[in-house]
């Protein structure tokens, strides 16, 4: 008896609009946890991803195709040559901006993806647990 009077304050009669509003509020948070492990699970097919030029067949394409990739290359170069040889208006500050993106995307991209890929990675591994991410979150 000494404990119902000491927790009084937050006990109290059982009302059928209290037991109501808290079913669904239980309903609430079961689809919140629902949601919160769909969205986990589909995070994780993502980490999979994360590094998919280091899959075997992605290799071994790029490996194949090296000389060809190389080639197209060296002939678009030519091509931008031979216009720049043609085509007597010359933007050169347009010329400029578009080589460095261009450096920029073939030089600079693979080494931000995979050091993206690689902090990505370490965060996922900090964060893996046993349980689900909705018993984790709640």
């Known amino acids: 008896m000494d ?3 000491e927790f009084q304050d937050l006990l109290q009669v059982a009302n059928i609009l209290f037991d109501f509003l808290r079913d669904i509020g239980f309903i609430l948070l079961k689809m919140v946890a ?3 492990d769909g969205l986990s ?3 994780e097919g993502v980490y999979k991803l994360l590094n998919f030029y280091n899959y075997g067949p992605i290799k071994d394409f790029l490996n194949e195709y090296n000389a060809v990739i190389w080639l197209m290359a060296s002939i678009s170069i030519a091509f931008f040559g031979w216009q720049l040889i043609v085509s007597h208006k010359l933007d050169k500050d347009k010329i400029v901006t ?6 920029t995307i073939f030089f600079v991209m693979p080494w931000a993806l995979e050091q993206g890929a690689t902090l990505t990675e ?3 591994n900090l964060l893996n647990n ?3 991410s909705s018993t984790e979150t709640f």
Do not use: D, F, H, P
């Not at 578009?98 to 450096?103: E, F, G, P, S, T």
């Open 34 to 36: 629902w949601l919160v």
């Open 3 to 5: 404990k119902l009077l």
């Open 122 to 124: 370490a965060g996922a």
């Open 41 to 43: 699970s589909g995070l």
């Open 130 to 132: 046993e349980r689900s």
């Open 98 to 103: 578009n080589i460095i993106l261009a450096m």
